[in-house]
């Protein structure tokens, strides 16, 4: 219906210059009901030569974010001068001018928003919809609408109905301009979102409130002291001459009121009394508000920290409650300290938990992948499967001292080592039999049936740890799962260890040899069996076979003679079901 044609001089296939900046965030190709075509660079219309009318804005996009974060411009523009606007009429009547172009600038951005809003999708079963005739049925059908048509609608033309004074650019007549203040709400929670520091974004949220609010109120004092007289008595605002003088003592007044600093001068009539007292309630249910927001930020600045490193507290007062005090205690200080200051997260899987499966495996690879490449083993592996084994690898740190295995014990998971070094000690817990650095691995030996081994899935050896060390864990069954993947690795495993079993003398040859041969007598036998069923599987082929041919030869016979019995006979065609008639003969 709507052919998308070229505006004339335009080649093709060129994007349009206009609407370039605007293609991550628009619709990509999609076709309304009506047949019209949302592509951004197409056209929607012959009429339409610069701009499609059916572009659509994804909600969660960077335009989208952009547009809203203008719209705090116009929002915040409207707050703070019409108020200030109204009650210093000095400054409205000095720049009229620049009043009624900056007015007629917010009320474009005002209706272009309204546009915006038209073209901006909405979610549907997780789904974007940028249908534009829905999007915009969605949002004249919303409460969003109304209040922004009232928001922009003009209302200054009320001033020039007979019997209302003329003023220029009536300031209070604008007042319904700020209705627009849930778009700076929106704007607010999208940049809390996307913003990296949103504790310093609140804070600067919060100031810019408390700001706004002691703006008002000096406004509003001022107001009622040049209702009541400039300088008529010590409370109201001194009649000073300059503005700038006279706005600067409505907004300390204000601050000292709402601040509840107080030491503002004594209220000398009703009035004063009355908007002394109301400033003062306002201020204390302000200053609860802000003092509530400034304690859940910091709440939040210090459970960030803890939701990431483990809480020492809980384990000193375990400590303490049983009575474990001395090197132990202090190793486990120390423990924690080392975590914090290397930030190192033993916890991470928990971290990242909420997250689906797949990008937590993005994460997770982000993170470790350079660390896992460092592991001779991994070395040749595909990115994906790394990716994949990332997910089952725990990371844990030990400290000075501490075993990571001990002889005897039943192996259980094993280690790479990512950061760190170890002694693989003797039996005696004091001899240091090898010392293993970053990029090697242990534990293995335990948890892979290799022949001959007499530890059976005992540790073989005690592993310490010399300093600090950072490895990754993975448990037996995973380990089994992976190996079973990749035969290569196993092999190299199982030849790593049978060469340490060896060393160690606990590998009996003769037990390996009779396993091998056993193995290969199994496989030999396997292998008979295989050729065995294979002969099988021919003959009873061939069977088949001969038994379909003679079973065809029959039927034929069968066929043959009946034709002979019918015109023997003389009854019947010959084409009647066999049955029927074999029950008449
Ligand atoms: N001499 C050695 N050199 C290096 N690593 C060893 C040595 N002896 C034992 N190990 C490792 O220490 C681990 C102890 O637990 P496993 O027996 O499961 O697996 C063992 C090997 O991975």
Not at 64 to 82: D, G, K, Q
Not at 259 to 279: H, I, K, S, W
Not at 381 to 404: A, D, K, N
Not at 466 to 485: H, M, P, Q, R, W
Request: with cysteine; hydrophobic share 40%.
């Amino acid at each position: 219906q709507h052919p998308a044609e070229p505006s004339p001089g335009h080649p093709r296939n060129a994007p349009y210059p206009a609407l370039e900046p605007l293609k991550s965030g628009l619709s990509a190709g999609q076709r309304d009901p009506k047949g019209g075509c949302s592509d951004p660079r197409s056209l929607c219309s012959p009429s339409c030569t610069a701009i499609p009318r059916n572009w659509t804005l994804d909600p969660a996009g960077d335009w989208h974010y952009r547009w809203i974060s203008l719209m705090v411009l116009p929002i915040l523009y409207n707050w703070v001068v019409l108020i200030l606007r109204c009650c210093f009429p000095e400054v409205q009547e000095a720049h009229t001018g620049l009043w009624q172009a900056l007015d007629g600038l917010s009320d474009a951005l005002y209706l272009l928003d309204i546009a915006v809003h038209c073209h901006t999708g909405f979610l549907e079963d997780g789904i974007l919809v940028r249908d534009i005739s829905r999007t915009r049925r969605r949002y004249l059908g919303s409460w969003t609408f109304p209040w922004d048509v009232m928001a922009v609608l003009p209302t200054e033309l009320l001033c020039l109905l007979p019997g209302v004074p003329r003023v220029p650019g009536v300031p209070a007549a604008r007042a319904n301009r700020c209705l627009r203040v849930p778009r700076l709400f929106e704007a607010f929670d999208r940049c809390e979102t996307r913003t990296g520091w949103p504790n310093v974004f609140r804070m600067a949220k919060l100031m810019l409130y408390l700001l706004l609010g002691i703006h008002w109120h000096g406004c509003l004092y001022f107001a009622l002291s040049a209702h009541l007289g400039l300088g008529v008595d010590p409370w109201v605002c001194p009649s000073s001459a300059r503005p700038l003088r006279r706005y600067l003592h409505s907004f300390y007044f204000s601050t000292l009121v709402l601040t509840t600093v107080g030491d503002t001068p004594t209220p000398q009539r009703e009035e004063e009394l009355l908007f002394l007292t109301a400033g003062f309630l306002l201020a204390v249910l302000g200053f609860a508000t802000i003092t509530g927001s400034i304690s859940t930020v910091i709440v939040n600045l210090s459970s960030a920290s803890t939701a990431f490193y483990p809480d020492a507290g809980p384990v000193r007062r375990y400590l303490r409650a049983w009575g474990v005090g001395g090197r132990l205690a202090g190793r486990v200080v120390r423990w924690h300290q080392h975590l914090r200051a290397q930030r190192k997260l033993p916890a991470e899987w928990e971290v990242l938990q909420h997250l689906p499966r797949g990008l937590r495996a993005e994460v997770a690879a982000s993170v470790h992948l350079e660390a896992l490449r460092r592991v001779g083993l991994f070395r040749s592996w595909e990115h994906g499967v790394l990716r994949q084994l990332v997910l089952r690898l725990r990371p844990q740190v030990f400290g000075p001292g501490e075993f990571v295995c001990r002889r005897g014990d039943v192996g259980r998971e094993m280690y790479f080592i990512r950061e760190g070094r170890l002694a693989v000690v003797a039996e005696d817990g004091v001899t240091q039999l090898a010392v293993l650095g970053e990029g090697l691995y242990f534990g293995e030996i335990s948890l892979i049936n290799i022949k001959g081994n007499t530890a059976g899935n005992r540790r073989t050896a005690n592993i310490l740890s010399i300093g600090y060390s950072d490895l990754f864990c993975l448990g037996k069954e995973d380990l089994a799962e992976v190996l079973a993947e990749f035969p290569c690795a196993r092999a190299a495993m199982e030849a790593k260890g049978r060469e340490l079993l060896l060393r160690m003398g606990q590998l009996d040859t003769g037990a390996e040899a009779a396993a091998l041969a056993a193995e290969a007598e199994a496989r030999r036998r396997l292998q008979g069996l295989e050729v065995a069923l294979e002969g099988l599987q021919t003959r009873a082929a061939r069977l088949l076979a001969q038994l379909e041919a003679s079973a065809l030869r029959m039927a034929l016979r069968v066929q043959r003679l009946e034709g002979r019995c019918c015109r023997c006979c003389g009854t019947g065609t010959g084409k009647e079901p066999r049955w029927g008639r074999g029950r008449r003969m």
